[in-house]
């Protein structure tokens, strides 16, 4: 292999410690001046971006199982001869609560409640955000698990506001912080608690929506039951009423036969009403809470834009813009000249 040729020494440029000091005492005022100008241009435009506040709102998922701890509820129902078993239902992991606040029925949900606005006035989500968007129609609405429609405008929208209302779950602290940002601070308080409600809901009718339905089966069977029970009662009664001095076999297979009738329907409606107290502690002692922590509150200063950080990014751009036009220059009169 041939070695590489030497490099010309008129092709070599040295630049000393002392001419980048010498550069910058000489041009200093200029990048100062120009930083100074780019600054206050970044302030001014800053004043044209709509602001932005933010609502935040911290909550601590626990899944309790009773009033004082693990069993309680079952230990209450166990005195009273009631027995519900033990409590192996599923729960929907905290840090799953996230993906929950981001879905799309979520957002259709949203979409669909009237939200107040600092004015008092109460406004579509999709026409504030969008004055051109459509808000839903009814059919839209309904359309939660099902094939979800939409036009450009509304999923454009529903995108944004995936966006701006963000959920995040510390798993070191267990701690689940919604966060709404919006153009009005009443309104991005009013998502929050929104989003706050919308967990809710979702968490204890997936953990306990078999159960509440189960005890309201047992209601409208017991309901059901007590007439029947009722009835046999009345019916055995005004049957020894009008046989009250009847000695005769016939009347005394018919009384036995009501008899009998009273006391199975009085064992049915007892048993239901055992079922019931028991499925009604059962789903007492499956319901999640979400302790909130730190209630969203109307914020007074917006979150966006930072004025300071815009004067501070248009200042170092213009800063460096200059710099680089002076380096430029440079060069270029020394080529003139050389």
């Known amino acids: 292999m041939h070695p590489a040729p030497p490099i010309p020494q008129d092709d070599i440029v040295e630049v000393r410690l002392s001419d980048i000091f010498s550069f910058f005492r000489k041009y200093w005022l200029v990048l100062f001046l120009a930083g100074l100008l780019s ?30 701890g693990t069993g309680s509820l079952s230990d209450l129902a166990s005195l009273a001869g009631i027995s519900i078993g033990k409590n192996n239902s599923e729960a929907i992991r905290p840090d799953l609560y996230p993906s929950i606040l981001a879905s799309k029925p979520f957002v259709l949900k949203l979409f669909s409640t009237p939200l107040p606005l600092s004015n008092g006035k109460k406004v579509n989500l999709i026409s504030y955000l969008d004055e051109n968007a459509k808000p839903l129609t009814a059919q839209q609405i309904a359309q939660g698990d099902t094939l979800i429609v939409l036009s450009k405008e509304q999923e454009r929208i529903m995108k944004g506001v ?50 509440v339905e189960k005890v309201a089966f047992l209601q409208k069977q017991m309901a059901e039951a007590k007439g029947k029970y009722r009835n046999a009662e009345m019916t055995l009664n005004a049957y020894r009423d009008r046989n009250r001095n009847a000695y005769t076999n016939v009347a005394k297979v018919e009384e036995q036969r009501l008899q009998g ?44 834009p930072k004025r300071s950080l815009y004067a501070l990014g248009f200042a170092i751009f213009g800063g460096f813009v200059t710099l680089l036009f002076l380096l430029f220059r440079k060069e270029k009169i020394q080529e003139r000249f050389s």
Not at 48 to 53: A, I, S, T
Not at 169 to 174: A, E
Request: proline share 6%; glycine share 8%; net charge neutral.
């Open 39 to 68: 600054g206050g241009v970044g302030y001014g435009l800053a004043w044209l971006v709509k602001p932005e506040f933010e609502s935040t709102a911290n909550i601590l998922p626990e899944y309790g199982t009773g009033i004082s």
């Open 261 to 304: 009738d009273f006391l199975q329907a009085q064992s049915l409606y007892g048993e239901l009403a055992r079922q019931l107290e028991a499925a009604r502690l059962l789903a007492l002692e499956d319901t999640p809470v979400l302790k909130v922590l730190d209630p969203p509150m109307v914020p007074n200063i917006r979150s966006s």
């Open 162 to 211: 995936s966006k701006r209302i963000t959920a995040t779950f510390d798993k070191m602290t267990g701690v689940l912080t919604v966060k709404a940002v919006m153009p009005d601070p009443t309104l991005a308080a009013a998502c929050a608690t929104f989003s706050l409600s919308y967990l809710r809901s979702f968490v204890t009718e997936y953990r306990g929506g078999k159960k």
